[in-house]
T-cell receptor, first 115, second 112 residues
Framework: KNQVEQSPQSLIILEGKNCTLQ??????????LRWYKQDTGRGPVSLTI?????NTKSNGRYTATLDADTKQSSLHITASQLSDSASYIC??????????????FGKGTSLLVTP | EADIYQTPRYLVIGTGKKITLECSQT?????MYWYQQDPGMELHLIHY???????EKGDLSSESTVSRIRTEHFPLTLESARPSHTSQYLC???????????FGEGSRLTVL
């Protein structure tokens, strides 16, 4: 069973609107959580990283939050633009792991921003 | 932009052919990965490497091999391609297992 669950699976919003993507995880012990953006036909690119002690991290119009107690994270996109259309992937890293299996990927949320 | 490159970007081949997907990075990262990505699914680990002369198997490693003769180069070989190998293959590198992953643009393989 995947230890990182993302919702919704897909989302369509109008340009200029805000949206929030969710990531719930069961990975433990937890080192950090990253959100990646993957444009169609490209490789994923890191947007934000949060460690256990951080609650909020911003990168321009992207704001990630983390509740380590409930094992939930969200990515909020403000004033969406057409270029925000992409897949957003949540990746949770297992702590104290020296292995390629340290990274746990969600299936991603596909976001489409329409004019 | 990340300095990690994959070739070819797109490839269509027939069943039974042997293919090698190339991946090179200029960041000096020791850790490198190959992932398989299908639409709507999470990335699946195929192989990874701790550094030169180190290769480890992931969940989907049984039908492919990798080598790591140089730090910057991590090619993936399918000895006998099958239609089930049709997928997107992503190469990535990182300075440490808990660090940021830097991905290549991907190689989209279609096996007829």
């Amino acid at each position: 069973k995947n230890q990182v669950e993302q919702s919704p699976q897909s989302l369509i919003i109008l340009e200029g609107k805000n949206c929030t993507l969710q990531c719930n995880y069961t990975v433990s012990p937890f080192s950090n959580l990253r959100w990646y953006k993957q444009d169609t036909g490209r490789g994923p690119v890191s947007l934000t990283i949060m460690t256990f002690s951080e609650n909020t991290k911003s990168n321009g119009r992207y704001t990630a939050t983390l509740d380590a107690d409930t094992k939930q994270s969200s990515l909020h996109i403000t004033a969406s633009q057409l270029s925000d259309s992409a897949s957003y992937i949540c990746v949770v890293t297992l702590t104290n792991s020296n292995s390629g299996y340290a990274l746990n990927f969600g299936k991603g949320t596909s976001l489409l921003v329409t004019p | 932009e990340a300095d990690i490159y994959q070739t070819p970007r797109y490839l269509v081949i027939g069943t039974g052919k042997k293919i090698t997907l190339e991946c090179s990075q200029t960041m000096g990262h020791d850790k490198m990965y190959w992932y398989q990505q299908d639409p709507g699914m999470e990335l699946h680990l195929i192989h990874y490497s701790y550094g030169v002369n180190s290769t480890e198997k992931g969940d989907l490693s049984s039908e492919s091999t990798v080598s790591r003769i140089r730090t910057e180069h991590f090619p993936l070989t399918l000895e006998s391609a099958r239609p089930s190998h049709t997928s997107q293959y992503l190469c990535a590198s990182t300075p440490g297992f808990t660090g940021e992953l830097f991905f290549g643009e991907g190689s989209r393989l279609t096996v007829l």
